[in-house]
């Protein structure tokens, strides 16, 4: 299973970005979920969006949506504050609880989001 994370990059505070995270390598049931998380420096991993293939979904300030025909949950994040800036990791899995980590069995490679006030 790989999870493919793109998207990020270098913004203004207030600009918005949207970030993909394509899963290949296997056929996933309703239950899978995709979820995102990120990691500022110095600071622990934290919980952004999460969402099944059923729809069924756990969002911040930001939203996710699914595109099952692709394999690919998109994460829109929209009116970035420096506060968001770190790395934005997509993982996947079949976790009872949406926003704990230890539930995602597959993560991707991380994609680095800037935000400069």
């Known amino acids: 299973v790989q999870l493919q994370a793109s998207g990020g990059g270098s913004v203004q505070a207030g600009d918005s970005l949207r970030l993909s995270c394509t899963v290949s390598?296997?056929?996933?049931?309703?239950?899978?979920?995709v979820g995102w998380f990120r990691q500022a420096p110095g600071k622990e991993r934290e919980f952004v969006a999460a969402?099944?293939r059923t729809g069924d979904s756990v969002i911040g300030r930001f939203t996710i949506s699914i595109d099952n025909a692709k394999n690919t949950v998109y994460l829109q994040m929209s009116n970035l504050k420096p506060e968001d800036t770190g790395v934005y990791y997509c993982?996947?899995?079949?976790?009872?609880?949406?926003?704990?980590?230890?539930?995602?069995?597959?993560w991707g490679q991380g994609t680095q989001v800037t935000v400069s006030s």
């Open positions: 969402i099944r």
């Open positions: 390598g296997r056929t996933f049931s309703a239950d899978y979920a």
């Open positions: 993982a996947t899995g079949l976790p009872d609880i949406l926003t704990l980590s230890s539930g995602y069995d597959y």
